[in-house]
């Protein structure tokens, strides 16, 4: 009986705080619900913009090196719709290094430029602007080729910037920096035969 009695007064309660209370918790359950919405419309729509990037930049790669027009225009799409995309930065790389091979140095320079500093992932950042300084070895404009190399961020490009600043040292005519440079990545080349015999024989050849 006790039960009975607890478990109306319980009732009671609680209909009680649905009478006074219901207009706030309908409200509320309607915010609950209304930033679901919103946020399964972000992430859906951040999906779609993700798959747009990547079946651009697949287009971008498939497309034949002599099409260039075409590559800069969806390249520029890219760059300006998806830019918060790893996809943006990777055609910027992609497009710097077809203009590079292509001898067009001033807009391949600029388009490096783009990809190190906007580019999404420091992987291709540290690669733009590895291509960005042998770019600039190609002009003969070696002060900017060392400011290119020395800005390469990436761990794992830091035997390649040291091998590459060793070639600008020489390029300069600095045998004791260009020495110094290539000593420090062979010994991170040590257990790789053919690169670290590729760097050997630059060493070899400054003498001692």
């Given at each position: 009986?006790?039960?009975?009695?607890?478990?109306?007064?319980?009732?009671?309660?609680?209909?009680?705080?649905?009478?006074?209370?219901?207009?706030?918790?309908?409200?509320?359950?309607?915010?609950?619900?209304?930033?679901?919405?919103?946020?399964?419309?972000?992430?859906?729509?951040?999906?779609?913009?993700?798959?747009?990037?990547?079946?651009?930049?697949?287009?971008?790669?498939?497309?034949?090196?002599?099409?260039?027009?075409?590559?800069?225009?969806?390249?520029?799409?890219?760059?300006?719709?998806?830019?918060?995309?790893?996809?943006?930065?990777?055609?910027?790389?992609?497009?710097?290094q077809l203009?590079?091979?292509?001898?067009?140095?001033?807009?391949?320079?600029?388009?490096?430029?783009?990809?190190?500093?906007?580019?999404?992932e420091v992987?291709?950042?540290?690669?733009?602007?590895?291509?960005?300084?042998?770019?600039?070895?190609?002009?003969?404009?070696?002060?900017?080729?060392?400011?290119?190399?020395?800005?390469?961020?990436?761990?794992?490009?830091?035997?390649?910037?040291?091998?590459?600043?060793?070639?600008?040292?020489l390029l300069?005519?600095?045998?004791?920096?260009?020495?110094?440079?290539?000593?420090?990545?062979?010994?991170?080349?040590?257990?790789?035969?053919?690169?670290?015999?590729?760097?050997?024989?630059?060493?070899?050849?400054?003498?001692?």
């Amino acid at each position: 009986m006790a039960v009975d009695i607890d478990d109306n007064e319980q009732n009671e309660k609680l209909r009680d705080i649905w009478i006074n209370y219901k207009n706030f918790i309908l409200i509320g359950l309607g915010l609950l619900l209304a930033v679901y919405i919103g946020f399964t419309f972000l992430v859906n729509q951040e999906t779609k913009r993700n798959e747009m990037a990547s079946q651009l930049y697949q287009e971008i790669l498939i497309e034949k090196s002599e099409n260039l027009e075409n590559i800069q225009l969806k390249t520029n799409s890219l760059k300006k719709d998806h830019l918060h995309t790893p996809y943006a930065g990777r055609a910027s790389l992609h497009l710097g290094q077809l203009l590079a091979k292509s001898n067009k140095y001033e807009e391949s320079i600029n388009e490096l430029k783009w990809a190190s500093d906007k580019a999404r992932e420091v992987s291709i950042q540290s690669l733009a602007s590895y291509t960005l300084a042998l770019t600039y070895i190609a002009i003969k404009d070696y002060k900017n080729a060392k400011i290119a190399a020395e800005s390469i961020a990436s761990n794992g490009f830091k035997a390649l910037k040291m091998d590459l600043m060793g070639d600008i040292y020489l390029l300069e005519g600095n045998v004791d920096k260009a020495k110094e440079a290539f000593t420090t990545a062979l010994e991170f080349y040590k257990d790789k035969n053919e690169l670290a015999q590729v760097i050997q024989t630059k060493i070899d050849a400054l003498g001692k």
